[in-house]
């Protein structure tokens, strides 16, 4: 089965979304009345939550508990909203509260400023250390160097100051190994949501302490957003562009980035004959750095590649992975539109088999459809060993998600697969997002509106086998140190 992500819901966005601007006058309070506009739209997100989340659908706690809690908070909040900044505060709290990145809400968020310096956990997430991985150079304003830890900010410690000024707003849940580090990383940049501090102490490289101002300057103005954009490989790993390489004798290393077919499929149909004529034997190294998702199947088919499509299909079912739609007429809609759409047409088979069942089950009365798999979701994950061919790695970061956890997840069934980096967030079992306008006219929220059942419980981190404790955006020193892990691992 394929799991998408927010690609295929674009066209249907964009009309929803201009249908809402079109309302909005009627619908908006009046501009300075900001607490009606943030009633009036936390309203219809908590009851877009309740119809349209397939997870609320479904009756599962890890949606409908944080629905409650969020909504009694929100709208004890909503009544003192007096900025957009408090708007925006509450709607980013209210979405990132349900821990998952599949749920959210967009604003129209945009990068106001920067303090000059980037931030990262360096170690384990017991060790609680806050390191300066980036200072640019030239900034008017004395700034710490590179290696330099972070103590303090604005008098509070680090961690803690990351908890309550960047936690509330981000959908990473706190308990993922990697979560601090994410929110290290944004808390030097101004998005207009009143997290960036005014001064930090530092622990130099030479064991001396240093406070520094932190002055932002503008983007753009003082700092364009190009240049943000050159330094972005810092602050974000990302694998190499989509395509095979070599990585020593017997090794290869296939660059998967993105499941975006429409940004990355021309490279992946020139990727799949290179996978088929490798050699029986050595290894292929799936880098999966920076993959938000897509659609899982391009993952699929590297594997059709390598070791035939029955045997690709067999991985795609482990684990017991059972896609379910919500069964009312905006489901049946949404799949009409896919299905009369050219930039689907690959899909239009599958889509018109989806509907035939969303339709089956509004007739029997139905909350959930059944679309694909045999709906046992306890099913435990089970072993299809490779009848052939090179043995798998997966490079894994942070920013693996959705399909490519769901690529993951088929990686591991092969049995003897070794998966190196750094912990992913935590699992999530819901696709195919779609948005909706919020009545305001001020963003839309995304929501998952298929769920998938598999023997990977709701928010479990994926752990690596052989944990990378370098900078995963250092590809040479990446490279250097995954030929040397698979040189030791026993045939």
């Known amino acids: 089965m394929r799991r998408r992500g927010t690609l295929p819901a674009l066209a249907l966005c964009l009309a929803m979304l201009g249908a809402a601007q079109a309302m909005a006058a009627a619908n908006t309070p009046a501009a300075a009345d900001w607490t009606a506009i943030a009633r009036q739209d936390l309203r219809f997100a908590a009851d877009a939550v309740r119809t349209r989340h397939a997870g609320y659908v479904a009756g599962m706690p890890s949606v409908i508990l944080p629905l409650e809690d969020g909504l009694r908070t929100g709208l004890a909040e909503a009544e003192t909203v007096r900025s957009e900044q408090d708007y925006r505060r509450m709607m980013m709290r209210f979405a990132s509260g349900f821990g998952d990145p599949h749920m959210g809400v967009d604003l129209g968020l945009s990068l106001k400023g920067w303090t000059g310096i980037m931030l990262d956990q360096i170690g384990g997430p017991m060790e609680a250390r806050f390191s300066v991985?980036?200072?640019?150079?030239?900034?008017?304003?004395?700034?710490?160097?590179?290696?330099?830890?972070?103590?303090?900010?604005?008098?509070?410690?680090?961690?803690?100051?990351?908890?309550?000024?960047?936690?509330?707003?981000?959908?990473?849940?706190?308990?993922?190994?990697?979560?601090?580090?994410?929110?290290?990383?944004?808390?030097?940049?101004?998005?207009?949501?009143?997290?960036?501090?005014?001064?930090?102490?530092?622990?130099?490289?030479?064991?001396?302490?240093?406070?520094?101002?932190?002055?932002?300057?503008?983007?753009?103005?003082?700092?364009?957003?190009?240049?943000?954009?050159?330094?972005?490989?810092?602050?974000?790993?990302?694998?190499?562009?989509?395509?095979?390489?070599?990585?020593?004798?017997?090794?290869?290393?296939?660059?998967?980035?993105?499941?975006?077919?429409?940004?990355?499929?021309?490279?992946?149909?020139?990727?799949?004959?290179?996978?088929?004529?490798?050699?029986?034997?050595?290894?292929?190294?799936?880098?999966l750095r920076g993959n938000g998702g897509g659609n899982s199947s391009l993952g699929t088919r590297a594997l059709a590649a390598l070791y035939g499509a029955a045997y690709a299909d067999r991985l795609s079912q482990a684990g017991g992975a059972s896609k379910y739609q919500i069964a009312d007429q905006e489901t049946a809609q949404l799949l009409r539109r896919y299905i009369a759409e050219e930039t689907h047409a690959d899909s239009k088979a599958e889509f018109e088999a989806d509907l035939a069942k969303v339709e089956a089950a509004m007739r029997a009365g139905e909350k959930m459809a059944l679309v694909s798999g045999s709906g046992d979701a306890g099913a435990e994950p089970f072993t299809v060993r490779r009848p052939h061919g090179p043995r798998i790695a997966a490079v894994i970061d942070r920013y693996c998600f959705s399909s490519c956890m769901n690529f993951l997840q088929q990686l591991r069934a092969a049995g003897d697969t070794v998966v190196l980096g750094e912990p992913t967030i935590g699992y999530s079992p819901f696709g195919e997002i779609n948005r909706h306008p919020l009545p305001s006219g001020r963003g839309a929220l995304r929501i998952p509106s298929a769920l998938f059942r598999t023997a990977t419980a709701t928010r479990e981190p994926f752990v690596p086998d052989l944990v990378y404790k370098g900078n995963m955006t250092d590809d040479a020193a990446l490279q250097k140190w995954v030929k040397t892990q698979l040189d030791g691992v026993k045939k």
């Open 133 to 287: 991985t980036w200072s640019e150079p030239g900034w008017p304003t004395p700034l710490p160097p590179v290696g330099s830890t972070a103590q303090s900010c604005d008098d509070v410690w680090i961690g803690s100051w990351l908890q309550m000024k960047v936690a509330p707003f981000w959908n990473y849940s706190a308990e993922y190994a990697v979560s601090a580090g994410r929110d290290a990383q944004l808390v030097m940049f101004d998005y207009g949501l009143g997290w960036t501090p005014k001064q930090c102490t530092f622990a130099l490289p030479d064991g001396s302490r240093k406070r520094y101002e932190l002055a932002l300057r503008s983007v753009p103005g003082e700092l364009t957003q190009a240049h943000i954009d050159q330094l972005r490989p810092r602050l974000r790993s990302i694998a190499k562009p989509v395509g095979l390489s070599a990585l020593g004798a017997g090794k290869y290393w296939a660059g998967m980035p993105d499941f975006d077919g429409g940004h990355s499929g021309a490279a992946y149909e020139a990727l799949y004959p290179k996978l088929a004529a490798l050699p029986k034997a050595g290894w292929i190294v799936f880098d």
